[in-house]
């Protein structure tokens, strides 16, 4: 008996697949017919488009927030030194140390950025600097990074290039630091201390050969499980950074000798100690990455510093108040320097006058 060629009239109508509502799927390979997963994905996609709007508005917010934790708990301090009827000129004069050495650190990733980049307008470049440079008041390193990728593009500089930009830019800064810190050495810590040469040596060697800093630099990619640079920076722009690298530890290391001698430290002993224990304190808090600006960090090692020009209590207010005029000095930088690059507004078209009849 052959089957039936028809259903029965009792059956339930079946309708063909795909034409239903039957979220059966279909079985046939390479076929979907279940439309939930486009939705889902377009569920998915807005949290992120919300959040993109909302880091122009969060990002802000966020450095503020840091550059308010930074100075809590500090005016106290401050305020002694200033109500000291001699302590103004060398507070003015720390302040504009500090806020020279904020430009020649911006000199520094410029340089880099030219060497790696397309052309970029100074206002333009500028204005991504001290973006980025402000985020480091918010924990964690990656703040910078992304203000620096989302207007960095919209300059039309690539992704891997602003990323090539930032880390050469961090390790001429920490390789620079920790070659100018050892020249406190002999005050802090004596004759012991020889192999603290060690890094000035291997800056120097960079220097000489400063291909060296892009294999170290993929080193250092590969340690995070990124990808390593794809571009490569010229000799010439890497010992340009090299140098203006040094000379903002150079003359940042000043306000804290400004600091340190208004309370009482040897002038010509408290030079080298200071300038060389600022740039090592600061590059070695720049990486503890999960405190804003090293904050802490940088203010432990200080205190190693300065104790060998000065007591324990006064060593201890000047590095408070070294943290209070470096943030004052960078936000005042930093601020004129956003204000002075606001994007221009463009003059409204011209109504065309009427002709007369």
């Given at each position: 008996?052959?089957?039936?060629?028809?259903?029965?009239?009792?059956?339930?109508?079946?309708?063909?697949?795909?034409?239903?509502?039957?979220?059966?799927?279909?079985?046939?390979?390479?076929?979907?017919?279940?439309?939930?997963?486009?939705?889902?994905?377009?569920?998915?996609?807005?949290?992120?488009?919300?959040?993109?709007?909302?880091?122009?508005?969060?990002?802000?917010?966020?450095?503020?927030?840091?550059?308010?934790?930074?100075?809590?708990?500090?005016?106290?301090?401050?305020?002694?030194?200033?109500?000291?009827?001699?302590?103004?000129?060398?507070?003015?004069?720390?302040?504009?140390?500090?806020?020279?050495?904020?430009?020649?650190?911006?000199?520094?990733?410029?340089?880099?950025?030219a060497d790696l980049g397309p052309g970029v307008p100074g206002r333009t470049a500028t204005r991504i600097y001290f973006t980025s440079y402000l985020?480091?008041?918010?924990?964690?390193?990656?703040?910078?990074?992304?203000?620096?990728?989302?207007?960095?593009?919209?300059?039309?500089?690539?992704?891997?290039?602003?990323?090539?930009?930032?880390?050469?830019?961090?390790?001429?800064?920490?390789?620079?630091?920790?070659?100018?810190?050892?020249?406190?050495?002999?005050?802090?810590?004596?004759?012991?201390?020889?192999?603290?040469?060690?890094?000035?040596?291997?800056?120097?060697?960079?220097?000489?050969?400063?291909?060296?800093?892009?294999?170290?630099?993929?080193?250092?990619?590969?340690?995070?499980?990124?990808?390593?640079?794809?571009?490569?920076?010229?000799?010439?722009?890497?010992?340009?950074?090299?140098?203006?690298?040094?000379?903002?530890?150079?003359?940042?290391?000043?306000?804290?000798?400004?600091?340190?001698?208004?309370?009482?430290?040897?002038?010509?002993?408290?030079?080298p100690v200071c300038v060389g224990g600022f740039a090592l304190a600061t590059a070695a808090a720049s990486l503890v990455v999960v405190l804003p600006?090293?904050?802490?960090a940088r203010e432990a090692l200080l205190l190693l510093a300065l104790t060998a020009v000065l007591p324990w209590q006064e060593a201890t207010a000047?590095?408070?108040?070294?943290?209070?005029?470096?943030?004052?000095?960078?936000?005042?930088?930093?601020?004129?320097?956003?204000?002075?690059?606001?994007?221009?507004?463009?003059?409204?078209?011209?109504?065309?006058?009427?002709?007369?009849?």
């Open positions: 008996m052959t089957a039936p060629t028809t259903a029965p009239t009792t059956a339930p109508t079946v309708a063909p697949k795909g034409t239903g509502p039957d979220p059966t799927p279909d079985p046939t390979p390479g076929r979907t017919t279940d439309p939930q997963p486009a939705r889902t994905t377009g569920q998915e996609s807005a949290p992120r488009g919300r959040l993109r709007r909302a880091l122009p508005v969060l990002f802000p917010v966020a450095v503020v927030t840091g550059i308010g934790f930074a100075l809590y708990g500090r005016a106290g301090e401050l305020a002694a030194l200033v109500l000291r009827p001699d302590s103004v000129p060398y507070l003015l004069a720390a302040l504009v140390a500090n806020g020279l050495a904020v430009l020649l650190s911006m000199a520094t990733w410029r340089t880099l950025l985020g480091k008041y918010v924990p964690g390193a990656v703040w910078g990074v992304l203000a620096q990728l989302r207007m960095g593009g919209a300059a039309g500089v690539s992704a891997p290039v602003v990323l090539a930009v930032f880390l050469l830019n961090l390790i001429v800064a920490v390789l620079t630091g920790l070659a100018v810190g050892p020249i406190a050495a002999p005050w802090t810590i004596g004759a012991e201390a020889w192999w603290l040469v060690l890094p000035g040596a291997v800056t120097v060697a960079f220097a000489v050969r400063p291909g060296l800093l892009h294999h170290l630099a993929a080193s250092a990619a590969r340690l995070a499980r990124r990808p390593a640079p794809a571009t490569r920076a010229s000799d010439r722009g890497m010992r340009r950074a090299l140098a203006s690298a040094t000379a903002s530890w150079g003359v940042g290391g000043l306000h804290l000798w400004a600091l340190a001698v208004m309370l009482g430290a040897p002038p010509l002993t408290a030079l600006d090293g904050w802490g000047v590095a408070v108040a070294s943290r209070v005029v470096c943030t004052l000095s960078e936000v005042l930088v930093g601020g004129a320097a956003l204000l002075l690059t606001l994007p221009r507004r463009s003059a409204p078209p011209a109504r065309p006058i009427p002709a007369k009849d």
